[in-house]
């Protein structure tokens, strides 16, 4: 009697770390030369290829601090003193130097003139016929901005690698750079396949539902610096899965898919890609979203595109990619900060059912500075991402008890 056959045996789960750190490995940072040069006006979220080094000292001059009076310390021997006004200096004016035992009225951020040293706000200042009464004791350098306190001339005030935030943007125009060198965005075809999908708009057939994927990956594609080009919705045919997958390679970097990956006979994306590329189907102990699949999907000249498929519930279509794709195409545009920062917070809810796997919870902070948690979180639950601010990252087999100390990623700095 032959012996029965053995059932196939699952392949092992990675974890989230190694599934990350096999993407990263495979996908290259750009060269310094693949860099473009555009206006610091247009530069928002896009990662910085070149240093930035100030063409100034910031401020350039030493200035006032507020609106008030410019005096010498040593003119003011006490409390009540009368100082003549002997001129009137406006931010953008320069004035004369100052007159010994003289007072110059002065605005914020005008230029400190040549003799004064200490500036005295109007508050403290009465004025009398011809001049100010000084109703306070200066001491030199009160109230002055000084040359170069800020940025030094020749210092880097922002270094390659960084994802430029607006703040960043006036950093930049502030040492006089009109034009910075960013990595160029990368190019991400997008598209969903299933023939129960429908669009917003359009009546739902028994058996549809609109597909909300499509926007939010879009969304997030475009907020972390990718070009999409949009390639809709495929239907359910093995050959038009292809053809959407060579059109996607033809001018795209980076090919984002959900859905369809199981081996049921209406999913065709995993034989699609095997047949136009190479495709690595890897299930992590992550939860929500399981499955993620990776490779590549080849061109006519022998170059590639890169290849991703997401999972197709709501909810793990978007946790997956904050996680898993995020840093690819911050890599893939010369980012050096990959990896966004936890921050260490309190529960104030109980999670008492353990799973193997990873879990990222939906929750949001409430006013007394704890965690609260959505009520289902269960992976198709798209209202649990509009609710919560953050996720909090479990780690496998741990429960949590209000009070417990937990790893937060708020969406600020997932997403930005």
């Known amino acids: 009697m032959s012996a029965a056959p053995e059932a196939p045996r699952k392949p092992a789960m990675l974890s989230l770390d190694e599934a990350i750190e096999r993407l990263l490995g495979q996908v290259r940072s750009p060269s310094p030369e693949q860099a473009e040069s555009i206006s610091t006006f247009d530069a928002l979220r ?8 100030s063409l100034l000292d910031v401020p350039p001059a030493d200035n006032s601090e507020m609106d008030g009076y410019a005096l010498r310390a040593a003119d003011v021997a006490t409390t009540g003193t009368v100082l003549r006004v002997s001129q009137r200096i406006a931010a953008g004016s320069v004035g004369t130097p100052l007159e010994a035992g003289t007072a110059a009225r002065i605005f914020t951020g005008a230029q400190i003139p040549a003799g004064a040293d200490a500036v005295v706000m109007q508050e403290l200042c009465t004025t009398v016929d011809g001049g100010v009464r000084v109703d306070a004791s200066p001491q030199p350098g009160q109230s002055i901005r000084r040359r170069g306190e800020d940025v030094r001339r020749d210092a880097t005030v922002l270094h390659a690698g960084v994802r430029l935030s607006a703040q960043m943007l006036g950093m930049a125009a502030s040492v006089g750079a009109a034009m910075l060198r960013v990595g160029q965005r990368p190019r991400v075809a997008l598209f969903s396949t299933g023939d129960e999908l429908a669009m917003p708009g359009d009546a739902l057939k028994p058996g549809a539902i609109y597909n909300s994927n499509r926007f939010t990956l879009r ?20 050959d038009l899965t292809q053809d959407a997958l060579r059109r996607a390679a033809a001018g ?3 090919i984002v898919t959900c859905g369809g990956m199981s081996v049921g006979e209406e999913d065709h994306m995993k034989p699609a890609v095997e047949r136009e590329g190479r495709l690595d189907l890897w299930q992590i102990a992550m939860k929500p979203g399981k499955p993620l699949a990776f490779g590549e999907v080849f061109r006519g000249d022998g170059t590639s595109a890169w290849f991703v498929g997401l999972p197709g519930n709501p909810v793990s279509a978007f946790v997956t990619f904050l996680l898993a794709v995020r840093p690819v195409l911050l890599k893939m545009q010369g980012a050096t900060e990959l990896a966004p920062r936890q921050l260490p917070m309190r529960a104030d809810f109980a999670w008492p059912r353990a799973d193997r796997r990873r879990e990222f919870l939906r929750v949001r902070r409430n006013v007394s500075g704890g965690l ?10 798209l209202t649990s991402t509009t609710w919560a601010d ?3 990252d479990n780690p496998g087999g741990a429960t949590i008890a209000p009070g417990d100390t937990v790893r937060y990623l708020p969406f600020a700095e997932l997403i930005g």
């Open 372 to 381: 609260e948690l959505f009520a289902n979180q269960g992976s198709a639950v």
């Open 390 to 392: 953050g996720l909090v």
């Open 46 to 53: 896009r990662v910085l290829a070149e240093d930035v080094r």
């Open 219 to 238: 969304g997030l594609i475009e907020t972390f610096g990718g070009v999409c080009e949009d390639l809709g919705i495929v239907p359910d045919r093995l």
């Open 252 to 254: 795209n970097d980076l």
